[in-house]
């Protein structure tokens, strides 16, 4: 089938599946050129909750998908690639953490939406990006265990006088940012500003003009008077970028920074998905019960 047909096809099923596409601002370009809804992973958490929709195609990797699931259960949740996983995702599981919380008996743990389901179901509340600082200063405790992303836990410990313990996971396309890649971009453009995800390193946040969800990106670039924007991201959301603001001009802070499993999709995966009714989510009641608590408590903290 020709692009043009697949698209076709995609809206032709979508009618017929009842389906709403939710799109990752990662995904390739033709991905996101589908999508009914593209977002971060606070966004897309909210769509998921709220749509009336009875199929959410999920198009961005597994825990997004799960996430999906998890606050709209009665929902068909498909991802049309389903070994598209987070590598930080499987840096922490259920055991590890329990453990580490045996040694913390007093704090509570906020586990990032880039867990896996069993990880949510012990962990107290989630949090995105977007949402992880206003998350940890309403939690009505001191003491936190923030997993599995090292750097966006030290990020949010700058905003709290809370206790916070660190998990050490990462995610491997942010943390790969160094301080001589900010000097050598600033050094080639010297007028433009530098909007960096939280989680690289701690050194190259300190250097950033704002540190951003990638959605949050979108509206920085909106505001800022600066026509050229150095991009510390996976480099998907520069298509997203000039998509939504074309006038101004996008760097990326390192031409490599590519999530792998974020590219798997593509439009004839979505097709197939859509025709097939493939890969289902499907999730353990039990882990599911306790795992919503903590994804809901987000939502309504954030
Ligand atoms: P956002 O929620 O900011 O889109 O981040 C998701 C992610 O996986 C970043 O690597
Ligand atoms: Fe996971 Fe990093 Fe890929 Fe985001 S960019 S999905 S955190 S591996």
């Avoid at 970028?241 to 974020?262: D, F, G, S, T």
């Avoid at 025709?275 to 903590?294: N, P, Q």
Wanted: proline share 4%; aromatic share 6%.
């Amino acid at each position: 089938m020709t692009k043009d047909d697949l698209v076709k096809e995609i809206e032709r099923l979508k009618k017929e599946r009842d389906a709403i596409i939710l799109v990752h601002n990662y995904q390739i370009p033709e991905v996101q050129d589908i999508a009914d809804e593209l977002g971060d992973s606070l966004d897309l958490s909210r769509k998921a909750a709220t749509t009336t929709k009875k199929t959410i195609v999920f198009c961005g990797v597994l825990f997004m998908a799960q996430s999906a699931k998890l606050l709209s259960p009665e929902k068909n949740v498909l991802i049309p690639r389903i070994e598209a996983g987070c590598a930080m995702a499987a840096m922490v599981n259920k055991e590890e953490l329990l453990k580490f919380k045996s040694e913390h008996p007093k704090a509570k743990v906020v586990a990032y939406v880039n867990t896996t389901a069993e990880t949510k179901s012990v962990s107290d509340v989630c949090c995105t990006s977007a949402n992880a600082v206003k998350i940890v200063q309403k939690l009505d405790t001191d003491e936190i265990i923030f997993v599995p992303d090292k750097n966006l836990g030290s990020y949010v410990a700058k905003f709290t006088d809370k206790k916070v313990h660190l998990w050490p996971g990462y995610c491997y396309v942010h943390n790969q940012f160094t301080v001589e890649d900010v000097e050598k971009a600033r050094d080639f453009h010297p007028e433009a500003k530098l909007i960096v995800h939280p989680e690289a390193p701690a050194e190259v946040v300190a250097l950033a003009d704002s540190v951003e969800s990638t959605s949050g990106m979108i509206r920085y670039v909106q505001e800022t008077d600066a026509r050229e924007i150095i991009v510390g991201t996976e480099i998907g959301m520069i298509y997203r970028l000039e998509r939504e603001v074309p006038e101004k001009i996008y760097y990326p802070l390192k031409e490599n920074a590519v999530c792998k499993n974020m590219k798997l999709t593509t439009l004839e995966d979505v097709y197939k998905s859509l025709s097939e009714k493939r890969y289902e989510i499907f999730l353990d009641s039990k882990v599911a019960e306790k795992a919503r608590l903590s994804l809901e408590k987000m939502l309504e903290l954030s």
